[in-house]
């Protein structure tokens, strides 16, 4: 039985990207920013990577930058670490904008999947249309594709837990549009229950009215570890890029186990 202890009782991971970066020119597998993971498929190319931009007008912004080849990406992201019953409430907190909408993918969220060479669309959710495949068994998180039948917008998308996962985009549109150059904060919340809460710039947002106001219940597995997952992904032939400017995770401390 977990007892109370004196220290500190959550995880905290803070990134503000002040001078930390992971080069274009750097040809690894993956890589590593304080106690964030840098991963995707395509990042050991030398088009692909995380810059520091001294000149985004505030104190540490990163740029994702995937390669110039379709289904290739950049992610920002945490080991599979999380268990939401142990170490709920989760949350995952980023201030975010894109240069420009068309022609990319974004997720924002929580998934049981964080390999090196992570693809948005073979590995954790596909957006085409009104609908929103989910091949991850378990993940949590905004969704962005401009794919979509509503191309603009975030979706709040979730699977594994005991509530079914959507997979009708216009369910899960939240009618918040991804604007260029324009900052946005996205935030995910993650009861122990598995019920999720999701906020843009302070707001409860959600596919429906019940889930803005309280939250898509079993919405994630409560017996499946999840990492926290930043990123973006081509869907052309071009090199694109997610500006991020922090991104903040917390978690209940397991103290039965040390963690």
């Not at 969220?109 to 249309?129: C, P, Q, R, V």
Request: net charge negative; aromatic share 8%; proline share 1%.
């Amino acid at each position: 039985m977990a007892t109370a202890q004196s220290g500190h009782g959550r995880i905290e991971i803070f990134e503000d990207f002040i001078g930390a970066e992971w080069i274009v020119a750097e040809t690894a597998a993956s890589g590593a920013i304080g106690s964030l993971r840098v991963i995707g498929d395509g990042i050991a190319e030398t088009d692909s990577g995380v810059v520091n931009l001294e000149s985004g007008g505030l104190s540490g912004v990163a740029r994702l930058t995937t390669t110039n080849e379709d289904k290739h990406g950049c992610y920002i992201a945490t080991p599979v670490m999380f268990d939401v019953a142990l170490n709920g409430p989760l949350v995952l907190e980023a201030r975010v904008k894109v240069q420009a909408v068309a022609n990319r993918a974004m997720f924002i969220g929580f998934s049981d999947i964080n390999t090196d060479a992570l693809s948005l669309e073979d590995d954790l959710i596909h957006g085409n249309g009104t609908t929103t495949t989910l091949t991850a068994s378990d993940l949590v998180g905004f969704h962005f594709s401009s794919e979509y039948t509503d191309a603009t917008d975030w979706h709040t998308v979730y699977n594994g837990g005991t509530t079914t996962g959507e997979t009708t985009s216009t369910s899960l549109d939240v009618d918040d549009v991804v604007a260029a150059d324009v900052w946005q904060i996205l935030r995910v919340e993650v009861a122990p229950n598995g019920t999720a809460f999701f906020y843009i710039d302070g707001v409860a947002v959600g596919g429906s009215t019940s889930a803005k106001t309280s939250g898509v219940s079993g919405a994630a597995s409560t017996s499946v570890d999840m990492a926290a997952v930043v990123g973006v992904e081509s869907k052309t032939t071009s090199v694109l890029d997610m500006d991020v400017d922090y991104i903040y995770i917390s978690a209940n401390r397991d103290w039965t186990t040390g963690a």
